[in-house]
């Protein structure tokens, strides 16, 4: 797929219209029966808001404990422990935490010895990855230096970005046709046509991109597409009094951020969100970093998402690749977790502070993500004598 720089998206914005039938989605795939909430005609629900001090329900289920949990207090960065020891008790689990998942940077030596010989193929995420957490989501933008590095590796690997936002969004904001792009955390992929993958995946449908490439769709929660535009106009319309709430629609998901929320308003956000989704059994929430996510009960993640390109790719069951995927959320975890328990390559968690990971290595921001990904072009280009390759990752 030999794409020329444009700036448009590299695949189709979306075929017209799609059914079911059309896409032949296995019923494996939903975890519900075809019950909960009918869509209605493009208006939001009206769910009478529960006055302030009955809260009960998300405070007995956990939501706002999980809520405190995945927005930890920013602190400094973890110390580069190869040079100076811990000193307290803080220092000492940072130093922990760093020996448990070591420094990608630190440890780069030993990832491109086991790489040598293998084909790499890197799998990104966005948010918190290519670009810092910023207040605003609309302002989390990429650096040029960034982009420049991911241009680099997209010459040398197969490099897909796999993000919570919608794939057109996240084309957007990269703005590179070099590149493969997953959006909806995974349930909204488009890749190399493979006849194999096709055949395997029913609801895999065939189309072109705006070069005329041939290329995979792969929208598994497609017919959830009005049930989750029906829930994000209600959650606009429901928050819209709670000053710093934002509403994302990310197609096959919708996000609620309270980033810019004071904290004493964080419970009436969890029992709007809480409230809307007892009308919809199918759909689930999910939980970011100050992010509430509503998503589609289905047997699809990111970790799927990965093992799918791979399998685009003719990649998947050989002994002779290593993935490598880059994340800092808690949707990451499962593309994490795919790769540590097959032993089928490494996960690389960007966090400045500790947690509990899948991860095999850390990153501690968007910067040593970038130094990280120039040092792979700078390895790759002395393993091939300097070489870069003329075919994109044919199959």
Known sequence: MDMKSSSSSPVLTDPAPINKSRLCIHSNLLAYPQSGASFSSGKHINIPRKKPGKLDDVRSNGWLDAMKSSSPPRKKHIKDFSIELASDETD???YSWMLKYPSALNSFEQITNFAKKK???????????LSPIVDDPDQALMSSDMRSAVRNVAKYFPTAIISGRSRDKVYELVGLTELYYAGSHGMDI?????KAVS???PNCIQS?????EEVNLFQPAIEFIRMIDE???TLVENTKEIKGAKVEHHKFCASVHYRNVEEKNWPAIAQIVHDILKQYPRLKLTHGRKVLEVRPVIDWNKGKAVEFLLESLGLNNHDDVLPIYIGDDRTDEDAFKVLREGNKGYGILVSSTPKETNAFYSLRDPTEVMKFLNSLVRWKKLQEGGRSMNNRWSI
């Open 119 to 129: 084909k790499i193929a890197i799998f990104l995420d966005y948010d918190g990855t």
């Open 231 to 233: 829930v994000f106009r």
């Open 199 to 201: 055949n395997d995946h």
């Open 208 to 212: 072109t991109d705006q070069q005329g």
């Open 190 to 194: 488009v890749g190399p046509i493979n």
């Open 92 to 94: 000492i689990a940072d």
